[in-house]
């Protein structure tokens, strides 16, 4: 009669595991903490990366900027709809993070911008540091999504 | 304890029930039928591979057209990370299906450069290059936009590959036209399109003619 729960607790644990394994690694830093980041960058050094912020203060933050020693620009951009036209508009002022609330950076909507980037052949993940108004800076190491196999010749 | 046990798994299924739900339901993204089908425009074009285009060529085959430009850092890339998502999941039929992908930006995408961008997505996708001077018209005859914007040059002075001019990105028209065999224009998918809506537009008009 146990067998069912223990079967559905230990499928549980296999989803959760499997998540955590997929998790950016970051620097827990009291106040802030960074979730299910990725970047994605084209071979002509075009890209964006996007995350989860979690503000835990009682007191709003505010992502102010970007950076990456790979990429001669990080820059954090909006796109925004009107109409049937997509824009992607400049936030220099960086983004709110509300108290105790989240920040999504995705695609479609808000991220980070990168141009002129230069990965080293063979890398999995992008050092990303984020400079944020109260909890300061956070240094990341952000999975890179793979597109196709190969290389065009 | 066992009652504990019991509690916790059914609310574990139910939790998991919710996420397939959710997963499942998907609001967004559902095409605009035109109708009556419409002949699409004819699209005359240099091709990413260094041939001559001609949409009317792909009379027989069904095709996915987008717009979008190799700079643009996140909207263009999700497109054709969808569009491969959907041709791949085609299988064997794929080769029915001829993805194009209309660059706005002609001045920095030439050829050669937008066929190595699409090329790290799907080798088999092609690109097409109208030069500036007959850009508007063309991109006006599929009902399409395109405005280019120009950056803070402060901001950008030391952007590299830009020469000192400011590097601009471009708003366009989102979203995918899906032209049957016959040429027609029948599905306009918005920009949020999932991977296997795309898939289902095409396998739809795929059956239309065995």
Redesign the interface.
């Given at each position: 009669?146990?067998a069912?729960?223990?079967k559905?607790?230990l499928l549980?644990l296999a989803c959760g595991l499997t998540g955590y394994v997929w998790q950016t690694r970051f620097v827990p830093h009291e106040g802030a903490e960074v979730k299910q980041a990725s970047a994605?960058v084209?071979?002509?050094g075009?890209?964006?990366a996007y995350l989860q912020l979690v503000n835990r203060a009682g007191e709003e933050d505010q992502l102010l900027s970007v950076s990456s020693p790979w990429a001669?620009?990080a820059?954090l951009?909006e796109?925004v709809e009107?109409g049937?036209?997509?824009?992607?508009v400049?936030h220099?002022e960086g983004f709110r993070v509300p108290p105790r609330g989240n920040l999504r950076l995705e695609?479609?909507g808000k991220?980070v911008?990168?141009?002129?980037v230069s990965l080293p052949p063979g890398a999995t993940e992008l050092p990303l540091t984020l400079q944020l108004r109260r909890a300061g800076t956070l240094q990341l190491r952000v999975p890179l999504s793979a597109?196709?196999a190969e290389?065009?010749p | 304890m066992?009652r504990g046990?019991?509690a916790?798994?059914r609310c574990?299924?139910l939790a998991?029930m919710c996420l397939a739900l959710a997963a499942c339901s998907e609001p967004e993204g559902s095409p605009l039928e035109l109708d009556p089908p419409q002949p699409a425009p004819e699209l005359v074009a240099q091709g990413a591979d260094g041939r001559p285009f001609r949409l009317s060529d792909r009379r027989g085959q069904v095709v996915v057209l987008s717009f979008g430009y190799?700079?643009?850092?996140?909207?263009c890339?999700?497109t054709l990370?969808r569009l491969?998502g959907a041709y791949r999941s085609l299988g064997a039929r794929s080769d029915e299906v001829a993805v194009v992908f209309l660059t706005v930006d002609p001045e920095r995408d030439r050829p050669e450069?937008l066929?190595?961008?699409l090329?790290?997505?799907?080798?088999r996708f092609q690109g097409a290059v109208v030069e500036d001077a007959q850009l508007p018209r063309t991109l006006e005859r599929f009902g399409v936009?395109a405005?280019r914007?120009i950056?803070?040059a402060r901001?950008?002075r030391n952007?590299?590959?830009t020469s000192g001019e400011p590097?601009y990105?471009i708003?366009?028209?989102?979203?995918y036209l899906l032209i049957d065999r016959e040429g027609a224009l029948r599905l306009r998918y918005?920009?949020?399109a999932s991977a296997e809506q795309l898939a289902s537009g095409l396998r739809r008009l795929l059956d239309e003619r065995a």
């Open positions: 009669m146990n069912t729960p223990l559905l607790w549980l994605r084209l071979p002509n075009v890209g964006a001669r620009a820059e951009h796109v009107e049937d036209l997509l824009r992607m400049a220099p695609a479609g991220h911008m990168l141009y002129g597109l196709a290389e065009a | 066992q046990w019991r916790a798994a574990a299924a998991v190799t700079s643009c850092p996140d909207v890339p999700t990370s491969r450069r066929h190595g961008y090329a790290a997505f799907e080798p936009t405005v914007r950056a803070d901001r950008y952007l590299p590959g590097p990105s708003d366009h028209t989102g979203g918005p920009h949020q």
